[in-house]
């Protein structure tokens, strides 16, 4: 299984970028999707996740801002971010929790390779 991300870069406060993440390889089914970020000096966090249930968590400092979306059948996750802020500066990794076709009874975790994401003021 691999998560291929793409779409950061460099834009000004005020702007807008979307990322996008397609997963390949053999998957039977998600369980989530979605995306962290990493600043300069800090944890990874929890930036946007879409459920199998349909339900979506965002971290409270992009809610409003950023909207997560899936599309099940071709197997990818978005998020567009607008309002973007200095301190979205990070690098941001594509997330999912899933089950491989080799492996049904066992949900896995996988990690995109990053993509940098630079909000100057």
């Known amino acids: 299984v691999q998560l291929q991300a793409s779409g950061g870069g460099s834009v000004q406060a005020g702007g807008s970028l979307t990322l996008s993440c397609a997963a390949s390889?053999?998957?039977?089914?998600?369980?989530?999707m979605g995306w962290y970020r990493q600043a300069p000096g800090k944890q990874r966090e929890l930036v946007a996740v879409k459920n199998s249930d349909g339900t979506t968590n965002y971290a409270d400092s992009v809610k409003d801002r950023f909207t997560v979306s899936r599309d099940n059948r071709k197997k990818t996750v978005s998020l567009q971010m607008s309002s973007l802020k200095p301190e979205d500066t990070a690098v941001y990794y594509c997330?999912?929790?899933?089950?491989?076709?080799?492996?049904?009874?066992?949900?896995?975790?996988?990690w995109g390779q990053g993509t940098l994401v630079t909000v100057s003021s």
């Open positions: 997330h999912a929790r899933l089950r491989t076709r080799q492996a049904i009874g066992v949900i896995e975790t996988y």
């Open positions: 390889g053999s998957i039977f089914s998600f369980n989530s």
